[in-house]
């Protein structure tokens, strides 16, 4: 690893995904040195996981390729993949942080012409497709993925298999011996931008998310629609491959909930009211979404996607927060009970795939930051404590792509505030 | 200025060198794209590669760098030289990976490669390195256009990074719709009730500071300029003015308030006990924690209804179609505040939108102080010395009714954004295109067009442009302050419905951009998508026949139009996407680096076979930001692409000039294909109107094509997304077995 170069006017963000990749952008835009701290092998973050954005039913690789080309621009701006905060010490204007960089095993020869995944025969789950496929050992991320370098999966060291991937480099770009490296950077302030995981749904025990193949998680729904993704870009069942063009969505599942995460998770209406359109435009007629809510929370603005969603015939909403599902052993369908608490029907519907809108669950870290950092009891940063250190983004509150950007971006201005005033200091 | 040397390299890795013939390709830089000096290398990307060509610009006066080796995208770290030209011949990812390894494709594959090296070699002959106008300028003032709380937000937060802020409000005092309230929505998540709003304090930092000049009874009357330097001329209500210069802007009028007797049905207007939610924060702030008293009679206030989405989220005619955000959570504090005075409230929704952590928890907080939620839709409300509140009972699914000694009306908020400079053009062009509904919409719009707040004085109209609803424009997803005037940045409910939370936040970030805006302005760089570009457009006066396109097609409303009538380009505000090139009927305008010649001279650079060798040439310009990374990731992918394309990169289709087209046909290519983003309402166009105006001119080619004898087929114009990595190869491929069925172009020499 070549030497970072920081100073306590350097700002550090910390998360490569949608926030961090703005916080950094805006902040090295108006001149300032900046660090940013990305833990997977590239950034990128949730969104590139994402088929489209809503309400534009847009893709997110179109705005992450003008972010990326920012990054190759500018000269302030310094990215770290692979690496991971682990301690943050002292005061605003003057932070030690301490960064665990863990071995890539490919140096800056590689030129990503894939010879090494073709020389390795050993498979691994893949991250970017929430497992739902497998890739080799030595990969690149994704299409996308920037760095356009690839990485040797530390679970193939040792391996035969890693001894092919270098023997397959001709540029020498393949070193396995690197090892982990821990160094300690000083920076003037940081915008923890970490984004969020999806709620574990295997813990919404009635769901049975762990026992029946055909309910899945809408992160994973999304990966379905990628036409290099896990189904070629096919809407279809696990258990057996077939097209499900009876699906149904169920709201909430984890968030605004005693028993799971207590909040809303903002994103997950729109994002079930995305999906059905997804099913539609494979489908087309035969296409049947059911949304199973309590509230439909297509907030301001955009809330003419839900009245186009609405006005689809083939699109049900069933105002009910559903009890359980049970599997028809016959045909691997489900069947969901609850009541409808609009007149208060009882329901048992069979659909062909059940969709989860699971929770967004936030990732700021315990132990990570110095004394006086608030966190709520949600686990987000609460920013408006004095310090330096400043939540963007998931990590400061559940919020959908643009109030991201907008979180992140006025975080980059606070940011800015505390390394002016170190300069005004220093003069 | 140096003379030109142009050095080409060739790069051997990655399978080029085992696909093709790269000394070929050296004599191809040398002979034809009279290259200098020309290397082949094993790996022109790793430190000896890169040293060897930085020893050449060193030592050699190279100053003119063709790297034949992977796509522009790739590698971008090692290949990036200061002080010369550089341009990439895409033979990794735009030829070995895109054609088969075959001995029968090894013809066709080092022709295209060929053609590359020969296509970058005639570019970069006529690309020059970007310099500085010299109309930089340094001014690290900021106007902040509205006085409420989103404007002294991007005031405090500005003058705190220590910039210096003129804060600029229209009426006598400070704070907005904020000061009239008596408590907010907390920001902060956790379960508690409403909060002091604290806008005192804000004012009194803003008043404090010095480094924020608060000009109050101020309208502008002319906003001209460009970023880094602005000049705004304010009238004083006293009938004085002033003068100020300023780097950047940002616009945090806010909103108006909804007019409640619009909503006759539920009472609005025909009783003063039915009130809007502003009107009954003015009854609470009177009642000050006591009791509430109601405005017909004084009599306290025992029960209160509040009726949400009232004239919102409705198509009725007068309504407004969208949610306005705050309006549930906005309620649910008004409620709390009557339960403490001693009223009854009940809130009447259809969905309860209070979203994310601290709308949830205040939900949930408004739930434990005994507030009635009332899943219902609210049909009228009969006024009288009782109200009463007739509504469906969602949940049981009945026609009921509920009293109410006062009816509280959530209504939405109206932007006041200015009127939409583009008004008039888009209901001439509604109108064109039947419309109706459109029509009807623009026309009430032009009917109750407002005032112009900022009277820019720029050629394309007074304010910023709108989206829809009234709304200002931006890429309203990825780049929310994008606003299509650079260096001005709305923030608050002018660009969507907000709360007060999300205007604070909304208003450091358009403070950070303006900041932004000042510091590139002072350095030639541009703003977004293109940051940092230090190109910009020129024209050659001679040449120029005023016919205005360039300054009506401008998707910034860059350029104005001197006393002459000739364009006048404001550096700052353009964003380099060269619409004002594609427009140009005479091909006058160009940038240093990217022009007429660049493009025109990479087209005229391929190798046109003859008919009888029934090879055919296809060209296509893809635009860069979408249309060539899918085209990237087509290679990486190794879809096959017909070895007859030639692909060309475009900063935005709206660059793209007919004549390149035209010179193709003229010169024997059999078809064409251009690339772009999507247009129209959900557009993904990174310039707005770039890609749309490319469409509009090319419905015009087929004159041309007609003129030539030539089939309109061989002309086609495509939307497409970064994602269409398997329908652009079949997009180039179809167009190939078009031209097999058609017959190849006449034009051959």
Partial sequence: MSEVVATNQTIMVVGGGISGLTAALEAAECGKQVILVEKAPSVGGRVSQLYKYFPKLCFPTCGLEIQYRRLKANKNLRVMTLAEVTAIEGEAGAYTVTVQQHPRYVNENCTACGECEKAVESEFADEFNYGMKPRKGAYLASNMAYPQRYVIDPRMIGSDDAEKAKAACKYDAIDLDMQPQQQQLTVGSVIWATGWKPYDAAKIQPYGYDRHANVVTNVEFERMLDPFGPTGGQIQRPSDGQPAKNIAFIQCAGSRDHNHLKHCSRICCMASLKQTTYVREQFGDDAQSTIYYIDIRAIDRIDDFYQKVQADPNVTFVKSKVANIMENQANGNLVLHGVNTEGYHRYANEHDLVVLATGMESTVPAGVFPEGTAIDEHNFLDNSSASGIFGAGCSAEALDVNRAAQSATAAALRAIQVVNRVAGTEG | ?749
């Fill in chain 2, 1 to 749: 200025m140096a003379e030109n040397k142009i050095g080409a390299y060739v790069c051997q890795g990655c399978g080029i060198g085992d696909r093709l013939d790269t000394a070929q390709l050296a004599n191809v830089a040398k002979r034809d794209g009279k290259a200098a000096l020309v290397h082949e290398h094993p790996f022109l990307c790793n430190a000896e590669g890169v040293a060897l060509i930085q020893n050449d610009i060193d030592n050699e006066g190279v100053n003119k760098v063709v790297i034949a080796a992977c796509s522009r995208r790739a590698k971008t770290d090692a290949f990036s030289f200061e002080g010369v030209s550089i341009t990439r011949a895409n033979l990794r990812e735009g030829v070995i990976w895109v054609r088969p390894d075959s001995d029968e494709a090894r013809e066709t594959t080092q022709e295209m490669a060929d053609d590359y090296v020969r296509m970058a070699c005639a570019e970069i002959k006529y690309m020059k390195q970007p310099e500085l106008s010299g109309e930089q300028g340094l001014n690290r003032r900021i106007a902040v256009v509205g006085g409420g709380v989103s404007g002294l937000t991007a005031a405090v937060e500005a003058a705190r990074a220590g910039y210096q802020v003129d804060l600029i409000e229209k009426s006598g005092q400070l704070g907005g719709v904020v000061a009239q309230l008596y408590k907010r929505v907390p920001a902060k998540n956790g379960l508690q009730g409403p909060v002091d709003t604290d806008i005192e304090a804000l004012i009194r930092e803003a008043d404090g500071s010095s480094q924020i000049t608060i000009h109050l009874n101020t309208t502008i009357t002319q906003t001209d300029g460009a970023p880094g330097r602005f000049t705004i001329e304010m009238a004083r209500e006293s009938g004085t003015s002033e003068t100020i210069e300023v780097g950047a802007l940002v616009q945090a009028t806010g909103f108006n308030r909804y007019d409640i007797s619009k909503l006759p049905e539920l009472g609005g207007g025909k009783s003063s006990d039915v009130v809007d939610q502003l009107g009954y924060e003015a009854l609470l702030k009177a009642a000050d924690g006591g009791a509430i008293k109601r405005p017909s009679d004084g009599r306290e206030v025992k029960s209160v209804v509040f009726v949400q989405c009232a004239g919102q989220r409705s198509s009725e005619p007068g309504h407004l179609p969208y949610c306005s955000g705050h309006c549930c959570a906005t309620s649910i504090k008004q409620a709390m505040i009557s339960k403490q005075s001693g009223a009854d409230a009940t809130v009447m929704f259809t969905d309860l939108r209070t979203p994310g952590a601290s709308g949830e928890d205040f939900y949930r907080a408004g739930q434990e102080a005994g507030v009635t939620f009332t899943k219902g839709k609210c049909s009228t409300v009969d006024t009288g010395s009782d109200l009463t509140v007739n509504f469906k009972d969602l949940i049981l699914d009945e026609e009921t009714s509920a009293q109410a000694d006062l009816v509280v009306l959530a209504t939405g908020m109206v932007p006041n954004s200015g009127p939409d400079p583009y008004l008039q053009s888009n209901l001439e062009q509604a109108q064109k295109d039947n419309n109706e509904e459109r029509v009807a919409e623009l026309e009430a719009q032009v009917a109750n067009a407002p005032v112009s707040i900022l009277n820019l004085s720029y050629r394309q109209g007074s304010d910023l442009p709108h989206l829809r609803h009234g709304f200002t424009d931006s890429h309203f997803i990825c780049f929310p302050y994008e606003t299509r005037r650079t260096g001005i940045y709305a923030a608050g409910p002018l660009r969507r419905p907000m709360d007060i939370a999300q205007a604070q936040e909304d208003a450091t970030g358009a403070a950070l951009k303006a900041i932004q805006a000042c510091e590139n302005a002072a350095i030639g760089r541009a703003a977004h998508p293109r940051s940092g570009d230090l190109s910009f457009p020129s024209f050659r006066m001679e040449g120029c026949t005023q016919c205005k396109r360039c300054t009506v097609e401008c998707p910034f409303g860059a350029i104005n139009e001197d006393e002459k009538g000739y364009p006048k380009y404001n550096e700052s505000r353009c964003r380099r996407c060269g619409t004002c090139m594609g427009a140009c009927p005479v091909r006058v305008i160009s940038f240093e680096n990217y022009s007429v010649e660049t493009i025109g001279q990479q087209v005229k650079a391929v190798d046109m076979p003859d008919e009888f060798d029934e090879k055919p040439r296809l060209l296509v310009l893809a635009c860069e930001n979408d249309a060539y990374p899918a085209l990237d990731m087509a290679g990486m992918n190794r879809a096959e692409i017909s070895p007859w394309a030639r692909i060309i990169p475009v900063r935005c289709l709206g660059s793209v000039n007919t004549i390149w087209i035209t010179d193709a046909l003229n010169s024997g290519y059999d078809g064409v294909i251009l690339l772009g983003c999507q247009k129209g309402d959900n557009y993904q166009c990174h310039f707005v109107k770039g890609s749309e105006m490319a469409h509009y001119r090319m419905s015009k080619i087929d004159d041309t094509l007609s003129q030539l004898n030539l089939e309109k087929e061989r002309v086609q114009t495509y939307e497409v997304s970064i994602t269409d990595v398997q329908r652009i190869p079949q997009i180039i491929n179809d167009m190939d077995k078009l031209i097999g069925e058609i017959g190849q172009s006449p034009f051959k020499f």
